[in-house]
């Protein structure tokens, strides 16, 4: 079934349910940055009736997820054992042994850095919003979204979690015929709320919600949501505002913007 099929099979009620407050339920804690028209080819383009977010930008398309290497500590050499004496020819000693050397206490070392790596699961502690996340691409120049409502995509095209730059993006489901999906709670975000990120090999990253903003999905949105940047930041999108029932969409997208707590 397609997106667009199962949005259009929704009932009266859970569309009713569904409808998002936008506008003045937006926050910023910084001054809006400029909007970047959707033309080019590094501005992404509006998205299709059946997908949940806009395109991602089409120069970022089928880009290999960039995931910064964390250090690796390198092993200590192994020491080699002393060579052992021919018994037949070597004489008997008559010496004690050497005294074995002191043990000595390892220096104190900093703490290991959290390592950069594929987020696979999702977490609002305060609105106790979980979920599995899967790698998404992009099909045409826009980004695909899992038909899961109960699970989140993360674009491959975007930076992985816990590295010292760039922009990790997330898209999800506000609802589909099944009920509401696991960004519906986005409309809910406020400032400073924690967002847990658990990568592949059980570290977690967190951050704290900074923006909401709503953009109108005729316009695109704007190339600074999925640009890469100098700073870590997170990237949630999902759909919102008024239901076209003509189209079988939203009209507008809801983006979060979240960095490192």
């Known amino acids: 079934m397609s997106l ?82 021919d018994s037949s020819s070597a004489a008997p000693s008559t010496q004690d042994p050497a005294p074995a050397p002191a043990p000595t206490t390892p220096s104190p070392t900093a703490a290991a850095p959290v390592p950069a790596g594929i987020p696979v699961g999702f977490a609002l502690p305060r609105l106790d919003v979980q979920a599995p996340i899967d790698p998404v691409g992009q099909v045409d120049g826009e980004l695909e979204v899992p038909e899961d409502i109960r699970r989140l995509g993360w674009w491959t095209g975007s930076a992985a979690a816990g590295g010292s730059a760039g922009t990790t993006v997330l898209d999800g489901h506000i609802d589909s015929p099944q009920g509401r999906g696991v960004f519906f709670h986005l409309q809910e975000v406020e400032p400073d709320d924690e967002v847990v990120l658990t990568v592949a090999g059980g570290a977690t990253v967190t951050y704290k919600v900074t923006e909401r903003r709503s953009y109108h999905k005729a316009d695109g949105l704007p190339a600074e949501v999925f640009a890469s940047t100098d700073q870590p930041k997170l990237v949630l999108i999902t759909c919102g505002g008024r239901y076209d029932f003509a189209q079988a969409s939203y009209d507008d997208n809801i983006v979060v913007i979240a960095v490192p707590a």
């Open 4 to 85: 667009a099929l199962g949005v259009a099979l929704m009932t009266g009620v859970q569309l009713a349910e569904a409808r998002t407050v936008t506008g003045s339920g937006d926050f910023s804690a910084t001054a809006p940055a400029p909007r970047t028209p959707a033309s080019g080819p590094a501005a992404p383009g509006a998205a299709s009736p059946d997908a949940s977010t806009s395109t991602a930008p089409t120069s970022s398309a089928d880009a290999a997820p960039t995931s910064p290497s964390s250090a690796v500590p390198t092993p200590a050499a192994a020491i080699p054992a002393a060579p052992t004496s």
